[in-house]
C-alpha cells in the first residue's frame, strides 16, 4: 500500500533533523493526490504555521493550504478536551480540574501527558468528521517529538492501560493503542541528517522498537548537498595542477572543492550506513541553501519525496 494511503503517519528522528518540513512536505504530497489533511504538532509546538506564513490558532485546526491542515496539540488541552468528552459539561471540569491540587497530580502520572496527545490524533482520525459526517481528514501526520520521547509517547497508551487496568480511560487508550499498533493504519517515517550523531541516533531508534519496527516504511535523509560536477577520480587528477597555478581565488576555490568532496562522501557513507542499519528506503532531500523556508521551497521538497512515497 502506497505510504499517503494509510490512516496516520508519526515522523519522528532527532531533534533538529527537520522532522516539521519533512511532516509540511507529505502533507502537500498527500493534499496533491486530493487527500484531506491535517499535521498535529505535539508539544504545543507551532512550526508549520510559520512555514506557510498564516498564523496559528493554536489547538483549533489552521488552513495551510488547499487540502492541507495543522493544529498544535498540548497536553493541558488534550486533557481538557478528553475529561469534557466523558463528563459533557465544561463548567464541572473547570471546577474540579482546574485547582492547586489536581494540578500537580495530573502532572505526575506517568505518561498521561503522551497519551491524551495520542488520544487527540486518535480523535483526528476517527471521530472528527465534516458537515456531510464523512471523516474530516483522510490523512493524520503526527509531528512527533524527538528520539527518545518520540519512542514513550508511542508506548503511552500501552503504559496507561497497564496502569488504569479497567474503566473509561482503559477502554480509550486500548482504542488508541490498537490504531497506532495496526500496520495497515499508522506508518513510522524516520527522519535523519547525513552525519554521524544523528545516523548512531536514528539506528539506535530503529533498535528500540521492537514491534513497531514492522511499521516502518521510510528514512528521510534531510539536508543532502550536491554532487560536485567533477568525480572524486576526476577531482584528484585536476586539484595538483590548479594547487600549483598562481591565481587570485584558486587557493580559496581548491580548499571549498576539497569540502564539498569531503561532505559528499561523508553524506554517502551515511547513507549506506543507514540503509544497512534499517533495511528500508532511504529518500534524500536536498539542503537548500537558506533557512527562511516558504511554500515553494516545501513543493521542491515534496516533489523529491513522491517516486519513493508513492511507490506501492
Known sequence: MPLLDHRI??????????KSTVCAALGLLAARQGKRVVVTETSGAQVLPGLFGVGSRGYEPVRLAPGLD????????????????????RRLYEMVFRNRVMGPFIDGVPGLHDAVQLGKVWDCAVQAVDAAGRPRWDLVIVDAPATGHGLTMLEAPRSMMELTRAGPMYRGNEKVETLLADPRKTRLVLVCLPE?????????????????????SLCVLNEVHPQPPATATEWAQARPVLAAADGPGLAEAVDLVDGWHERVARQDLARDRLRRGIGLPVVD????????????????????????????
Open 9 to 18: 503517519l508519526v515522523v519522528t528522528g532527532k531533534g533538529g533533523v527537520g
Open 70 to 89: 495543522t493544529l498544535s496539540i498540548t497536553p493541558l488541552e488534550a486533557i481538557e478536551d478528553y475529561v469534557v468528552q466523558q463528563i459533557k459539561v
Open 196 to 216: 554521524e550523531m544523528p545516523v548512531a541516533e536514528t539506528l539506535d531508534l530503529h533498535r528500540r522498537l521492537g514491534p513497531r519496527g514492522q511499521q516502518l
Open 285 to 312: 532531500l536536498p539542503f537548500l541553501f537558506h533557512r527562511n523556508l516558504g511554500p515553494a521551497d516545501l513543493a521542491r521538497l515534496a516533489d523529491a519525496l513522491q517516486p519513493t512515497v508513492s511507490a506501492p
